[in-house]
């Protein structure tokens, strides 16, 4: 198991942008994959981006072009940056690891983005 708490949530208006942080308590964290999710109130969590312990990246089609997905692990540190954000960007975001599993097996607590119109 690694600790994972992330930073950097807020309230922002439309167009505006916002860096999240999920700082890991281990450096475990250089070999895991690394994930971000999110969940709007009544709706499920989703997936916004990956990246491997490598760098490589992936995201969803409704973040690309707008979010950038990084990690530094001599900080054992993964970030979010979020520009052009929308209304419907609101939600609670949660960085997530995968460690010698195939499934998301650590989360962070979340912390709150809220996007004004």
């Known amino acids: 198991q690694v600790q994972l708490v992330e ?3 807020g309230l922002v208006q439309a167009g505006g942008s916002l860096r999240l942080s999920c700082a890991a308590s281990d450096s475990i964290f250089t070999i895991a994959s690394m994930g971000w999710f999110r969940q709007a109130p009544g709706k499920q969590r989703e997936l916004v981006a990956t990246i491997t312990s490598g760098g490589g990246a992936n995201y969803a089609d409704f ?3 707008r979010f950038t997905i990084s990690r ?3 900080k ?3 970030y979010l940056q979020m520009n052009n954000l929308k209304p419907e960007d609101t939600g609670v975001y949660y960085c997530s690891a995968r460690i010698y599993a195939p499934t998301w097996n650590n989360w962070g607590q979340g912390t709150q983005v809220t996007v004004s119109s």
């Open 7 to 9: 930073s950097g949530g």
């Open 76 to 78: 054992n540190t993964m």
């Open 72 to 74: 530094d692990n001599a």
């Open 63 to 65: 973040v690309k072009g």
